[in-house]
């Protein structure tokens, strides 16, 4: 079963606007992940969040982890057309990277 | 240094055919992982390999897939008899060692079964 769920699963904002992406987990983790995916390619990876951390910041981009709540949300300030794409969470649950265990997606639409 | 590469890209394959997915991991990594992805939906982990050895399996379907990442050359997904619920992207990432939480993807293998 899927460990993440995230939230919306589909998000139309305007350029310049900030957006935020919710992602839920089941169980308890030890890292959890965010990528993104361009329509028909790879993932790329943004940002990594240790199970001790609550905030982490990289460039325009927020995530952070409520371990009680089993949650994260990742944070896209003035958002770019470029920004358009589907975003992941994804959790991993041992010590060692082993596998990852990812969430359904936002689809998140800049509009210019 | 080149990314994780996947080839082909793009595989047709009619039911009942063969259809081998091969990765070649970044310079340096000796970790690999296969996952799948329907359409619409996240990524399912399949396979978590290292050289000769396949560490996890958990996620690969007891029937008609294998995979291998042997001392030379790339890793292989390789999938007997096919039929049209394999139709997906098949990614495969590497890391550098087992300590390295992150994995880098590579474009992925879309796989449609005609």
């Known amino acids: 079963s899927q460990q993440g769920e995230e939230d919306p699963q589909a998000l139309s904002i305007q350029e310049g606007e900030n957006a935020t992406m919710n992602c839920s987990y089941k169980t308890s983790i030890n890292n959890l992940q965010w990528y993104r995916q361009n329509s028909g390619r790879g993932l790329v990876h943004l940002i990594l969040?240790?199970?001790?951390?609550r905030e982490k910041h990289s460039g325009r981009l927020r995530v952070t982890l409520d371990t009680s709540k089993k949650s994260s949300s990742l944070l896209i300030t003035a958002s770019r057309a470029a920004d358009t794409a589907s975003y992941f969470c994804a959790t991993d649950r041992n010590f060692g990277n082993e596998k990852l265990t990812f969430g359904t997606g936002t689809r998140l639409t800049i509009i210019p | 240094n080149a990314g994780v590469m996947q080839n082909p890209r793009h595989l047709v394959r009619r039911r009942g055919q063969e259809a081998r997915l091969r990765c070649s991991p970044m310079?340096?990594?000796?970790?690999v992982y296969w996952y799948r992805q329907l359409p619409e939906e996240g990524l399912k982990f399949m396979v978590y390999l290292q050289k000769e050895n396949i560490i996890d399996e958990s996620g690969m379907p007891k029937e008609r897939f294998s995979a291998e990442f042997p001392k030379e050359g790339p890793s292989i997904l390789r999938i007997q008899q096919v039929v049209r619920g394999d139709s997906a992207a098949y990614f495969c990432?590497?890391?550098?060692?087992?300590?390295?939480?992150?994995?880098?993807f590579g474009p992925g293998t879309r796989l449609t079964v005609t």
């Open positions: 969040i240790r199970s001790n951390e």
């Open positions: 310079k340096g990594h000796s970790h």
């Open positions: 990432a590497s890391s550098i060692d087992r300590n390295s939480y992150e994995q880098y």
